[in-house]
């Protein structure tokens, strides 16, 4: 060992250090993400405008049909959404076309009030249609007639005519806004068929950088106004809205990890030359 030079004892340095540096870069980055310079995306920076654009007091429908497995990359540009509408004293009107929406659901609405300055009251600030089967012939039906789909009742029971927030809503054309979590379903298209077009209401979804291809072309139209596309589009939401959060702090772990495999490169060659210009063992 003792005649090795640097550079060649850097070469054999113990590939467990390497592999310790990189889960500390990645632990770090996720937990504690530091608010650095972040290019946000022409999709990202419109899916931030189409909410804050939307006026204070609005009722908005919303079809929350995020996954167990879709949550961790479409979590924040949902909560963030709501949570942006809800600072406007916009009123929200759910309903999902996924079974297991109806325990995220729950989950969501927590986050968002969680960073609110007060308390949202069910029935006023926002209300939940349930579950919404039988996919494109169901959200025809509810769209054209909610009390008549979900036989009057909410997903608790009440009656819709005792929520003021239902009060002279009663089809998909009375939103003027909508949001769609399709997840990763590639149901887009089938909102905006059964929903934007028919009704006239404006649209942003929210879902998997995957579905991105099925609704270029409707975004291109103005079919759609904005998407919020997979784990990118929540990290741009998080830098947009001051929330830092896991979605940003995954992007700058992935980030920081190829930076960190690059300066290994880098050095290894140079350490490589190094060495075997000076008479080293390296070839």
Request: net charge negative; with cysteine; aromatic share 12%.
């Amino acid at each position: 060992m003792s005649g090795k030079s640097i550079w060649r004892r850097a070469l054999d340095l113990d590939h467990r250090w390497i592999a310790t540096g990189i889960f500390i870069i990645i632990t770090y980055m996720i937990l504690s993400p530091i608010a650095i310079p972040f290019p946000i995306s022409s999709y990202g920076q419109a899916y931030y405008d189409f909410v804050d654009n939307i006026p204070a007091g609005e009722t908005v429908g919303f079809m929350m049909g995020d996954t167990v497995s879709t949550k961790p990359q479409l979590k924040p540009s949902t909560t963030l959404a709501m949570w942006m509408m809800w600072e406007k004293d916009c009123k929200i009107v759910f309903w999902y076309d996924q079974a297991d929406s109806v325990i995220l659901l729950v989950e969501y609405i927590d986050s968002a009030e969680a960073m609110l300055d007060r308390d949202l009251v069910y029935g006023v600030d926002y209300a939940d249609m349930g579950y919404i089967a039988g996919v494109e012939t169901g959200q025809v039906a509810f769209l054209e007639n909610i009390r008549a789909t979900v036989g009057g009742m909410d997903v608790h029971g009440n009656s819709i005519d005792s929520l003021s927030i239902m009060e002279g809503v009663n089809s998909g054309g009375d939103f003027n806004y909508g949001f769609t979590n399709c997840a990763c379903q590639c149901t887009e298209p089938m909102y905006i068929r059964q929903w934007g077009m028919p009704y006239g209401t404006r649209l942003a979804s929210i879902n998997c950088a995957m579905d991105l291809p099925a609704i270029t072309l409707y975004l291109a139209t103005g079919q759609l106004d904005a998407t919020a596309n997979g784990l990118l589009a929540s990290a741009e939401m998080e830098f947009l809205t001051g929330k830092l959060g896991l979605a940003f702090g995954q992007t700058l772990a992935v980030s920081f990890a190829g930076l960190y495999f690059t300066i290994l490169v880098v050095l290894g060659n140079v350490f490589f030359f190094i060495d075997r210009s000076q008479g080293g063992g390296a070839q």
